[in-house]
């Protein structure tokens, strides 16, 4: 199932998206994708009531949203494709390189991007996010399946300079508004039943700049969920962003960054297409 969230931005209402592409209104019975929803089986009960209810057709035109609702955190993982390792100048690290993101920065897959007030040196990463499906903490790796929802294309939009250069944390670099473009739908496991065989690709203005499969990650999403809930309890609709591979504007000699105009489109198998356009800061 792929659930989707439409509507303007802060009126999201959910839905679902069909194999054949129509979507439907299912905020008859749910009034969000969130927390509650995950925590009491929800993705379970809403295949039992649309094979018995009907649902509202969603306009083509309405926007989407990210497709989960106010998750407690995004927790994201560094450095976890060896040749972006290489291309960053860092080494393969031996355990998992945790940052988060704040959630503020989230907005929809098809919104735009807004550059930072004097930004020069932003940056795009395609990556794979997983959503947590139950409260996790101190999972064993053999069943930490069990505890992911599906899965949510990720664009995670990184301002190099306050990443890099200006001391103390990832995060400052991570986390400015609009840069955590999420969706377009959360694709449920079933769907994606090998999430460790999905190719994944970037496209800055029509030139391909990142291509690659996620049978390339350091540590596999098994792997991630456990590492992490030994650190953290992580909350259902949590989000987990497993990182990017070889291609960033960082990477490349001279460096390119995201400029006002610039169009970013990403996908990943099974898991749908973004496009974002970048704009000048504004207040």
Aim: one cysteine or more; a negative charge.
């Amino acid at each position: 199932m792929k659930l989707i969230r439409f509507g303007k931005p802060g009126q999201e209402r959910p839905g679902v998206e069909l194999e054949s592409g129509e979507k439907l209104d299912v905020s008859s019975f749910t009034t969000d994708f969130n927390k509650d929803f995950f925590t009491n089986n929800g993705i379970e009960k809403l295949k039992e009531w649309l094979a018995t209810n009907d649902a509202p057709i969603v306009n083509d035109l309405e926007r989407l949203g990210c497709p989960v609702s106010n998750p407690s955190k995004i927790v994201c993982v560094g450095l976890n494709y060896a040749k972006h390792a290489e291309e960053s100048g860092m080494s393969v690290p031996e355990e998992p390189v945790l940052f988060f993101k704040a959630t503020t920065a989230i907005v929809g897959p098809f919104d735009n991007v807004m550059l930072p007030k004097n930004s020069l040196k932003s940056d795009w990463e395609v990556e794979l996010a997983v959503v947590i499906g139950k409260k996790a903490s101190y999972v064993p790796k053999n069943d930490a399946m069990d505890y992911v929802a599906g899965y949510v294309l990720h664009n995670d939009i990184s301002e190099r300079e306050y990443q890099l250069e200006r001391q103390g944390q990832w995060v400052k670099g991570k986390s400015c508004d609009t840069f955590a473009p999420l969706g377009p739908y959360l694709v449920t496991k079933d769907e994606a039943p090998d999430p460790h065989n999905l190719d994944l690709w970037l496209k800055l203005n029509g030139e391909t700049m990142q291509s690659s499969n996620t049978s390339d990650l350091v540590f596999d999403i098994p792997t991630l969920v456990s590492y992490i809930s030994e650190f953290m309890t992580l909350l259902p609709g949590d989000i987990i962003s497993t990182g990017t591979p070889f291609g960033v504007g960082l990477g490349l000699t001279p460096p390119i960054y995201l400029k006002e105009g610039d169009v970013m489109e990403l996908g990943i198998d099974k898991l749908g297409v973004s496009r974002q356009k970048v704009i000048a800061f504004s207040e």
